[in-house]
T-cell receptor
Framework: GQQLNQSPQSMFIQEGEDVSMNCTSS?????WLWYKQDPGEGPVLLIA?????ELTSNGRLTAQFGITRKDSFLNISASIPSDVGIYFC?????????FGAGTTVTVRA | GAGVSQSPSNKVTEKGKDVELRCDPI?????LYWYRQSLGQGLEFLIY????????KSGLPSDRFSAERTGGSVSTLTIQRTQQEDSAVYLC???????????????FGEGSWLTVV
């Protein structure tokens, strides 16, 4: 599937900071999904968005489905050490998912 | 099973050998996907099954790659005459297309980590 443009590629966080990442595409999707992948694990679904303009929260996570259906962002508020990992956005049209290249979140020493 | 199960979890093979990777989807899930993840990369679509048929195999990178699914359940991804560039994590995922409430939720296995030396 086509790649989405996900940014930033990586980020360093300090505990308590808010984190933001986004994805854009030249194509329209019906669903936007955000996954987190820990080392040695498969991606785990964090948030699913089904309608343009939809803003959805899951605990400290907030994600929005862009009004143009070509973009989405994910915010993590008050980050904690276990937030480290790789976050992937995915756009879905019919049965197919297309993924961003991922945002690697690590803790700043 | 409770989740998507993949085996082997790790495989080291010599260049030129064939490998088989197995996926047990969540019981009752009709849709099954194979993705490939190279180091530091996103997930690359390989093939999609609905039941036992594969309406979309457009992501298979070459004719050395093939996959089948039997009984609407277990799937096997086969890579023939492996090359070093085949080294990657191969992820399987499944989805319950019969349930409109969860129809868009795709669940991933933990992956099979393939290293070709």
């Amino acid at each position: 599937g086509q790649q989405l443009n996900q940014s930033p590629q990586s980020m360093f966080i300090q505990e308590g900071e808010d984190v933001s990442m986004n994805c854009t595409s030249s194509s329209i999707f019906n669903t936007w999904l955000w996954y987190k992948q820990d080392p040695g694990e498969g991606p785990v679904l964090l948030i699913a968005l089904y309608k343009a303009g939809e803003l959805t929260s899951n605990g400290r996570l907030t994600a929005q489905f862009g009004i143009t259906r070509k973009d989405s962002f994910l915010n993590i508020s008050a980050s904690i050490p276990s937030d480290v990992g790789i976050y992937f956005c995915a756009g879905q049209r019919d049965y197919k998912l297309s993924f961003g290249a991922g945002t690697t979140v690590t803790v700043r020493a | 099973g409770a989740g998507v199960s993949q085996s082997p979890s790790n495989k080291v093979t010599e260049k030129g050998k064939d490998v088989e990777l197995r996926c047990d989807p969540i019981s009752g899930h009709t849709a099954l996907y194979w993705y490939r993840q190279s180091l530091g990369q996103g997930l690359e679509f390989l093939i999609y099954f609905q039941g036992n048929s594969a309406p979309d195999k457009s992501g298979l990178p070459s004719d050395r790659f093939s996959a089948e699914r039997t009984g609407g359940s277990v799937s096997t991804l086969t890579i023939q005459r492996t090359q070093q560039e085949d080294s990657a994590v191969y992820l399987c995922a499944s989805r319950d297309t019969s349930d409109p409430g969860s129809g868009n939720t795709i669940y991933f296995g933990e992956g099979s980590w393939l290293t070709v030396v």
